[in-house]
């Protein structure tokens, strides 16, 4: 398997860089798409599969699966993926967008932002990429940004998730919440709030989980994303966080400073502009890539070494 990787470029001291042929999916990749962006990928056979978001050009928001030999050249479907009956008969959905996709004891498990009188988080399953099974949503409307771990704690599924509202939302924290079968939720606990404006301000008015959690040696790295509202709109930035390897509730250390900001041209134009939005994370040893939306259009690569990025959040954590 080939692991997509570009090393840090000369005179470049940033803790995570970008890859010099960003975008990788850009928003005519297939004939029918009008963006494709905030996508999941994990490693699959000898490649690599994902589940991308594409907006058609209706506009229509949906999840399609695309597959690759090295991460970084992708064969994306122009067909949806087609849901059958899982933990339930109602797969009822008006709009999808947004997965993350992890591999949990026998399957990988798919999130997405599923439109059931407002969004809320759709569950769904596959073995293959082939054959998808959808579950109830988890929880009631209004949520977005559902994450799994990729193992249980105490025989329990846990999600990160961000209650929300029906539009643009202007607040968000992350809360965790616990399932003993991936049908039922609760126990939810809040794991992180915004910053204050005085702190950190790239992340004061909302934030959201972004990749499914790494466990490393110290504890769980996530990637986020954090929102600031200035006059120009609503800007959205990368951070990471460090949690408890045996309870996740606890927040060991997390980002003052942000990983990465809305600054190429990609990131600052498109249909959203000025968005930097990661959905999902893959390693090689200590080598992490990283897939992020840009400017709600294209798909995107950025890089960098987890021992690193965990020194650094250590030395600059709120």
């Known amino acids: 398997m080939t692991f997509p990787w570009e090393e840090r470029p000369a005179g470049c001291n940033d803790i995570m860089w970008r890859y010099s042929k960003n975008p990788i999916v850009d928003r005519y990749h297939t004939e029918i798409s009008n963006s494709i962006f905030n996508s999941a990928v994990v490693p699959f056979g000898e490649g690599f599969a994902g589940v991308f978001r594409c907006d058609n050009k209706a506009v229509q928001m949906n999840i399609y699966v695309g597959f690759s030999s090295d991460g970084i050249n992708w064969d994306i479907s122009t067909e949806p993926i087609k849901f059958e009956p899982g933990n339930t008969t ?31 988080i759709g569950i769904g399953y596959t073995f293959d990429f082939k054959t998808f099974y959808q579950c109830e949503n988890a929880f009631l409307p209004f949520n977005r940004n559902g994450v799994l771990f990729p193992q249980k704690f105490d025989g ?4 990160m ?44 008015t909302k934030i959201g989980a972004g990749s499914v959690p790494i466990l490393t040696d110290e504890g769980w790295l996530i990637f986020y994303h954090g929102v600031i509202n200035t006059c120009r709109g609503y800007r959205y930035s990368m951070g990471a966080a460090l949690l408890d390897k045996d309870n996740p509730e606890n927040v060991l250390y997390r980002s003052k400073p942000y990983l990465l900001a809305p600054a190429t041209e990609y990131e600052l134009t498109g249909d959203v502009p000025c968005v930097v939005f990661p959905c999902a ?38």
Not at 156 to 159: C, D, H, N, P, V
Not at 176 to 200: I, N, Q
Not at 300 to 310: D, H, K, M, N, P
């Open 156 to 159: 329990r599924f846990l999600m």
């Open 161 to 204: 998730s961000r209650p929300s509202d029906n539009g643009h939302t202007p607040f968000g924290d992350i809360f965790l919440s616990y399932s003993p079968d991936m049908k039922y939720w609760g126990e939810h606990r809040c794991l992180m709030k915004v910053a204050p404006f005085t702190e950190s301000a790239w992340q004061c």
């Open 90 to 120: 109602m797969i009822e959905s008006e709009y999808k967008y947004d997965p993350r996709v992890t591999w949990i004891e026998d399957r990988y498990w798919i999130t997405w932002c599923n439109g059931y009188n407002g969004p809320t």
């Open 281 to 318: 994370a893959i390693t090689d040893g200590d080598r992490v890539s990283v897939y992020y939306g840009a400017a709600d259009t294209c798909v995107c690569l950025a890089f960098g070494r987890i021992s690193e990025i965990i020194e650094f959040l250590k030395n600059n954590s709120l």
